[in-house]
């Protein structure tokens, strides 16, 4: 555990300025926290903590911004691999495990919803700086499913093939056989093979399943 002696340094990404002025305001009043910037797109918060990660201690991000769905998706990968030492919390309205499983597997130390309150998003920040993960009880129940899951998997309970997870991850974006065999470039025979190895493996009884599956377990980040 990390134990915090001086204000805990934060970063803000929303694009909704009403609510990140709130937020920033909050923020502010707290003795123990600084804020040291506020940013409504990923690119000008990417810049600058490409610039002086060395100063920030938690950056708090949106999942949906500037009409991009996944933009924090993508920002929170750039920190947690070229930054790890950035503790990264995820503050937004969606609470659905199709945005959850894919941040938590992506490194994201914690997570709440905008509509909990003031109070979680200050201990959430204090929680991240101590080195400590910081689920909101919304959706701790998805993230404790997800964590199960992925040490299940790497346990060898659910173990797919690469090209297994090939197949899964296009047909959990929707496309049919022929469509998977085109961007694979393989024959739709090896890719019906593959279809029915998911399905016994993972116990599934149709497509519908496996594309439920892929998408509600992070193997699909965005549906084109």
Same mark, same amino acid.
């Given at each position: 555990m990390?134990?915090?002696?001086?204000?805990?340094?934060?970063?803000?990404? =929303? =694009?909704?300025?009403i609510l990140l002025d709130g937020i920033a305001n909050l923020i502010e009043k707290n003795p123990g926290i600084k804020l040291l910037a506020c940013f409504d797109n990923q690119d000008e918060a990417l810049k600058t903590i490409r610039d002086k990660n060395q100063e920030i201690d938690v950056a708090v991000l949106d999942i949906s911004m500037n009409k991009e769905p996944l933009a924090g998706l993508r920002l929170c990968q750039e920190i947690r691999e070229n930054f790890p030492h950035i503790r990264v919390l995820i503050m937004t309205m969606h609470d659905q495990s199709k945005y959850i499983t894919p941040l938590v597997k992506a490194g994201a130390n914690g997570y709440i919803l905008k509509e909990k309150g003031q109070d979680e998003l200050l201990e959430a920040i204090q929680t991240l700086a101590k080195g400590e993960e910081y689920y909101g009880k919304a959706?701790?129940?998805?993230?404790? =499913?997800?964590?199960?899951?992925?040490?299940?998997?790497?346990?060898?309970?659910?173990?797919?093939?690469?090209?297994?997870? =090939?197949?899964?991850?296009?047909?959990?974006?929707?496309?049919?056989?022929?469509e998977v065999a085109e961007k694979l470039f393989i024959e739709k025979s090896t890719v019906e093979t593959h279809k029915n190895h998911i399905r016994e493996k993972l116990d599934l009884k149709n497509v519908k399943e496996i594309i439920i599956f892929a998408r509600e377990n992070g193997y699909v980040d965005d549906i084109e």
């Amino acid at each position: 555990m990390t134990i915090q002696t001086n204000p805990i340094r934060v970063i803000l990404v =929303d =694009d909704h300025k009403i609510l990140l002025d709130g937020i920033a305001n909050l923020i502010e009043k707290n003795p123990g926290i600084k804020l040291l910037a506020c940013f409504d797109n990923q690119d000008e918060a990417l810049k600058t903590i490409r610039d002086k990660n060395q100063e920030i201690d938690v950056a708090v991000l949106d999942i949906s911004m500037n009409k991009e769905p996944l933009a924090g998706l993508r920002l929170c990968q750039e920190i947690r691999e070229n930054f790890p030492h950035i503790r990264v919390l995820i503050m937004t309205m969606h609470d659905q495990s199709k945005y959850i499983t894919p941040l938590v597997k992506a490194g994201a130390n914690g997570y709440i919803l905008k509509e909990k309150g003031q109070d979680e998003l200050l201990e959430a920040i204090q929680t991240l700086a101590k080195g400590e993960e910081y689920y909101g009880k919304a959706i701790v129940k998805t993230v404790m =499913d997800t964590i199960a899951n992925r040490v299940e998997a790497d346990h060898g309970v659910v173990k797919l093939t690469s090209r297994e997870v =090939d197949v899964l991850k296009l047909l959990g974006k929707g496309h049919s056989s022929r469509e998977v065999a085109e961007k694979l470039f393989i024959e739709k025979s090896t890719v019906e093979t593959h279809k029915n190895h998911i399905r016994e493996k993972l116990d599934l009884k149709n497509v519908k399943e496996i594309i439920i599956f892929a998408r509600e377990n992070g193997y699909v980040d965005d549906i084109e």
